[in-house]
């Protein structure tokens, strides 16, 4: 439905225009964390889309999804686990031995944990 609303916008824009209906669409429920700045939201949201196809049903996944990456997974560690993901396609001296260090390597853990987890009841 979303993605039919707008059939001559190019897809980022319909991306972000779904994400931006969903967000809008009132708060979600209290859960156990802190929830997560809107800019890594739309982040995440717009890469699932991307990753999963611009139609309703992708756009209930992922957001399904990032309900439960906020209820499970603390932003700081999204943010080091993004951040470290990026650095990989980086090269250079300092982005390879951040990239080695345990606490980066525990990050991605994580983030790749919450991340199965949220396939799992979500897709």
């Not at 039919?4 to 809008?24: E, G, N």
């Not at 996944?61 to 560690?77: F, K, R």
């Not at 250079?92 to 944990?113: H, I, K, L, Q």
Request: hydrophobic share 45%; with cysteine; aromatic share 6%.
């Amino acid at each position: 439905m979303c993605v039919a609303s707008f059939p001559d916008m190019k897809h980022t824009t319909r991306h972000l225009a779904c994400v931006l209906i969903l967000l809008a669409a009132g708060p979600l429920p209290p859960t156990a964390a802190e929830p997560w700045p809107t800019r890594d939201e739309l982040w995440y949201g717009l890469a699932c889309l991307e990753r999963n196809g611009a139609d309703t049903l992708a756009l209930e996944h992922c957001a399904c999804a990032l309900d439960h990456l906020e209820a499970h997974l603390p932003h700081d560690d999204f943010q080091a686990a993004r951040v470290l993901v990026a650095l990989g396609g980086v090269g250079g001296e300092r982005a390879g031995a951040m990239a080695r260090t345990a606490t980066a390597n525990r990050a991605v853990e994580r983030f790749v944990e919450a991340q199965r987890a949220a396939t799992a009841a979500c897709f």
